[in-house]
C-alpha cells in the first residue's frame, strides 16, 4: 500500500510541474503575441508619421520594428529629411531606438 500511495504521489507532482510548465508557456506566447502587436502598432504608426511630412511621404520608406526598436530603411531626398525621419520616428509611443539606415539620395 505504501507502494501505490508514493506512486500516486509521484503522479500528482508530475502533474502539477506539467501544469505549472503549461502555465509558463502559454503566458510566454501571450508575452510574444502581445510585443508583435505592440510592434505593428508602432510600426504603422511610423509609417502615419512620415506620410505626414510633405518631403518624406512620397517616398518608399521601409519601417521595421522588432520589440520596440525601428529601422529605416530607404532614401531620404537630403540630409534635413534623413534626420526629421528619426525624429518622426523617436517621437511615436513605444519606440526604444531608430537605427536610421536611410541614404541621402543623389543630385542630379
Known amino acids: 500500500?505504501?507502494?501505490v500511495e508514493k506512486k500516486t504521489d509521484e503522479v500528482q507532482a508530475d502533474?502539477?510541474?506539467a501544469g505549472e510548465k503549461a502555465k509558463e508557456t502559454a503566458a510566454g506566447a501571450?508575452?510574444?503575441?502581445a510585443v508583435k502587436a505592440k510592434d505593428a502598432l508602432i510600426t504603422t504608426s511610423v509609417n502615419a508619421e512620415l506620410a505626414k511630412d510633405s518631403q518624406l511621404s512620397a517616398l518608399r520608406i521601409d519601417v521595421d520594428t522588432v520589440d520596440g526598436?525601428?529601422?529605416l530603411k530607404g532614401t531620404a531626398p537630403d540630409s534635413a529629411s534623413r534626420e526629421r525621419a528619426t525624429s518622426l520616428a523617436r517621437a511615436v509611443d513605444g519606440v526604444k531606438s531608430v537605427d536610421n539606415q536611410l541614404s541621402v539620395a543623389p543630385k542630379g
Open 15 to 17: 502533474a502539477r510541474a
Open 30 to 33: 501571450m508575452d510574444t503575441a
Open 1 to 3: 500500500m505504501a507502494k
Open 69 to 71: 526598436r525601428v529601422a
